[in-house]
T-cell receptor, first 110, second 114 residues
């Protein structure tokens, strides 16, 4: 059974204080690892898809990396508007569906 | 691209009543998914369609839940005889066919069963 574990559960940063969120996974045949951002009361917003170990993708202050066992979402010089829950999900084997972690709730204080 | 659209956004119902949610996917997407999310948890898969065919259902999906996608376009999710444990956000998502394609989510439909 596919498993996705995100850490920490919650993270509080000062504006400008860089950090990383972790997503470790156990799957059989990874097809893709997805990162989403979710604001309170809204649906997940797509950020990145990573397909193979060593791959990296960037968007503004966010950078996602992937190894064979985990992915990191690096946040450089965060701003208060980066505050949200960040969800990691995997698509594996012959399935088209996503298995999600519980998310990391990020709060960036000014 | 108008995104995935869900209706209603919020629904309050009494225990035992039936409720139905509608989802309109991104127009060219042939895959449509339903997920459920409760507070503090990640979205949990319920079922998915490719065109009008329902290809997969979660083992967790009670018999009280039924989903349809009659013409391969919009979809409905019906919950019969609602229970308090059904209170959650119901998320619809869509994608093009093929592994690794991006799955885009709607804003969700909140259900509160009182």
């Amino acid at each position: 059974e596919d498993q996705v574990t995100q850490s920490p559960e919650a993270l509080r940063l000062q504006e400008g204080e860089s950090s990383s969120l972790n997503c470790s996974y156990t799957v059989s045949g990874l097809r893709g690892l997805f990162w989403y951002r979710q604001d309170p009361g809204k649906g997940p917003e797509f950020l990145f898809t990573l397909y193979s170990a060593g791959e990296e993708k960037e968007k503004e202050r966010l950078k996602a990396t992937l190894t064979k066992k985990e992915s990191f979402l690096h946040i450089t010089a965060p701003k208060p508007e980066d505050s949200a829950t960040y969800l990691c999900a995997v698509q594996a084997g012959g399935y088209s569906t996503l298995t999600f972690g519980k998310g990391t709730m990020l709060l960036v204080s000014p | 691209d108008t995104g995935v659209s869900q209706d209603p956004r919020h629904k309050i119902t009494k225990r035992g009543q039936n409720v139905t949610f509608r989802c309109d996917p991104i127009s060219e997407h042939n895959r449509l998914y339903w997920y459920r999310q409760t507070l503090g948890q990640g979205p949990e898969f319920l079922t998915y369609f490719q065109n009008e065919a329902q290809l997969e259902k979660s083992r967790l999906l009670s018999d009280r839940f039924s989903a349809e996608r009659p013409k391969g376009s919009f979809s409905t999710l019906e919950i019969q005889r609602t229970e308090q444990g059904d209170s959650a956000m119901y998320l619809c998502a869509s994608s093009l066919g093929g592994p690794g394609n991006t799955i885009y989510f709607g804003e969700g439909s909140w259900l509160t069963v009182v």
